[in-house]
């Protein structure tokens, strides 16, 4: 039966099912009679009222609460029983537990509280850093709080597995950029240069950094998922009860896997580049292996490849540290586990660009142009 | 933990029976503003099996947390085997640890171990134990909770109940003289239920553990409990004997044992 709302008045009639369908249309036309017709007092009257869901029992009580808020005063005739034991399954009990308090915040509260965060995360973030090197070293030495076989294991998960797709994206880099420069170098007789210009920004920027971005897409996810998971299902809280530091037993090996894999992988992505680049050179421009060759090796100078590889353990150390913070950080359930795999790819390739961008800084400002 | 402690720590292992094991006092706590449990003190005797119960939500697991220092109080004592664990540094706190058993709700096996593996962790990592020797103890606590056919499986592939007894093979790995666990029965059917409670009776009296569990469980209480701590609220309404507990006349325990 549809609810109906008669009046004559101030006398409202409610009648057939008071229910959650028909409160939001009952309530606009209650509160369009309150103000058209202000009264000091009206009456409802539920006598003909057929059923009651919870959303009806909300709706008196609104009713009520608007009618007071008017200065209206609302007298309820003819109750039936079911309605008043409606009233009473479905009221709010009195909160008793002490719970938040909330309250507008002002806008010094609300600096104070974002300045606060941004000290709390850097904080923890600094105790990670310290923790992780700290078990790191102390695991060098110590057979307590490692497991065995873990350190092969997540070599072969973040480094070898990574293979393939960093060798594919590499020779594509390298020739692609090959391509491009081929195209403008060889209008000036200088297309030997491809050579040039390929090796030393593969190994100085694009080896690096390609393979870091990679890493922090593939590896970093799953550290950042599999820690935040652990958290979650309290499988940190275990290995804490078990006298084990969670660091220790599972962020280090990964830490160690990292540190190898990456540059080793940067390695195997500058030479990839380069090999991509010298297809373009054998097809495109016509030069073969030992002028191409002999031109990258007179290119390359030791600081570039130290250059590299200094930058790709950095890169390797943010990305770890990064998505094992995102992880750890986890309260809550499976929807967090993935808004912090996201942010940890996000928050690691913005780091690993920055860095990046402070290493080519330290490592080349001021030095002078080689003419 | 430095060796005064231990020879301290180990005298009164073995002097003070009738110390509490476990004891907090004056204990308040809670997460960001919102307090949980209001200024209580407990305490759970030797060789007994004391089961912390209350309705949802009245800070039985964090009570259990702070027990293992998961978490940290806001004020109070909470002290273990006659230690205040508050106040201890962290290679002194493992000490204690690693006489203490943890069974979390869900088991908290790692899901990247086998079920013997998972077993296996404070063996290897605290002990120097052969390999050969750990596999033969492993078997044995898994037979002792009857999964040794579910030695090699991964965690992925055991049941609910399953899960919870490879959780209990996982903390009595190193026999330890206090067991802890955070609702060992809850979502478990009837049967698998009493089967876990014989378990910890069994553990109880072959190992002579104090075990210390959270539960809300009416039928668990009655078949194993000896001595209860009743939460309400974030506060002790009773802390004693079950048989005191349910003639102690307070409304709100007799309603849970009466419903429950």
Not at chain 1, 10 to 24: H, K
Not at chain 1, 290 to 300: C, S
Request: net charge negative; proline share 3%.
């Amino acid at each position: 039966m549809n609810a109906r709302v008669h009046w004559s008045g101030i006398d409202i009639s409610l009648e057939g099912d008071i229910t959650i369908s028909q409160v939001s249309h009952i309530l606009k036309k209650i509160k369009k009679l309150l103000i058209e017709h202000a009264q000091t007092s009206i009456t409802i009257d539920l006598g003909l009222v057929n059923k009651i869901d919870t959303a009806g029992v909300v709706l008196l009580e609104t009713i009520e609460e608007t009618a007071r808020a008017k200065e209206i005063e609302v007298q309820w005739l003819n109750t039936p029983k079911s309605v008043k034991q409606a009233i009473q399954a479905f009221s709010l009990t009195p909160q008793t537990m002490t719970g938040r308090q909330k309250h507008k915040a002002s806008f010094f509260e609300i600096f104070g509280d974002w300045f606060y965060e941004i000290g709390s995360h850097l904080h923890d973030l600094f105790y990670l850093v310290a923790d992780t090197f700290y078990y790191a070293v102390n695991n060098l030495f110590k057979q307590h709080g490692k497991r065995k076989g873990e350190f092969t294991n997540q070599l072969i998960l973040i480094g070898m597995n990574a293979l393939p797709i960093v060798g594919m994206v590499s020779f594509l880099i390298g020739l692609i950029l090959a391509l491009q420069s081929a195209a403008q170098l060889r209008q000036f007789g200088a297309a030997i240069y491809v050579a040039d210009l390929i090796s030393i920004s593969m190994t100085r920027e694009m080896g690096p950094i390609m393979t870091a971005i990679m890493l922090a897409g593939r590896s970093g996810s799953a550290i950042t998922s599999e820690i935040a998971t652990m958290v979650v299902t309290e499988e940190t809280d275990a290995l804490k009860s078990m006298a084990l530091n969670p660091i220790q037993y599972v962020l280090v090996p990964k830490f160690y896997a990292m540190t190898v894999a990456m540059p080793l992988l940067t390695v195997l992505s500058v030479i990839i580049g380069i090999f991509g680049a010298f297809v373009i050179a054998l097809t495109y421009l016509d030069i073969g292996l030992e002028p191409f060759y002999n031109q990258v090796v007179n290119a390359l100078l030791l600081k570039d490849i130290l250059t590299g590889l200094v930058k790709s353990v950095v890169f390797a150390w943010l990305i770890v540290i990064l998505g094992a913070y995102q992880g750890f950080k986890v309260r809550g359930g499976a929807a967090e586990v993935g808004k912090a795999t996201t942010a940890s790819v996000v928050s690691s390739i913005f780091a690993v660009i920055f860095a990046d961008s402070i290493l080519g800084l330290i490592f080349y400002f001021g030095q002078p142009v080689e003419i | 933990m430095n060796s005064d402690l231990n020879k301290l720590y180990m005298i009164e292992k073995t002097q003070k029976n009738h110390t509490p094991i476990v004891e907090v006092t004056h204990l308040t706590s809670g997460y960001e503003d919102f307090r949980v449990l209001d200024d209580i003190s407990i305490f759970a005797p030797e060789h007994q099996i004391t089961i912390i119960l209350g309705a949802s939500g009245c800070g039985k697991t964090t009570l259990l947390k702070h027990l293992i220092r998961l978490i940290q109080p806001w004020s109070g004592s909470i002290r273990l085997f006659g230690h205040e664990i508050t106040s201890l540094d962290e290679p002194e706190f493992n000490t204690i640890l690693k006489d203490i058993g943890v069974m979390f709700q869900n088991g908290a096996l790692l899901g990247s171990l086998s079920v013997a593996e998972n077993v296996s962790i404070p063996m290897e990592q605290h002990t120097s134990l052969k390999e050969d020797m750990i596999r033969k103890l492993v078997e044995i606590k898994l037979d002792l909770v009857g999964l040794r056919h579910a030695i090699d499986l991964s965690p992925s592939e055991l049941s609910g109940g399953m899960r919870k007894r490879a959780a209990l093979a996982r903390a009595i790995a190193l026999d330890p003289p206090l067991l802890f666990g955070d609702e060992p029965s809850a979502g478990l059917d009837p049967v698998t239920s009493a089967g876990l409670d014989e378990l910890i009776l069994k553990m109880r009296e072959q190992l002579g553990m104090t075990v210390v569990l959270v539960s809300h469980e009416v039928a668990s209480i009655n078949r194993i409990a000896d001595h209860v701590v009743f939460l309400d609220e974030g506060k002790v309404l009773f802390c004693g004997p079950l048989k005191e507990a349910k003639t102690a006349g307070i409304q709100k325990v007799d309603d849970f044992f009466a419903k429950g």
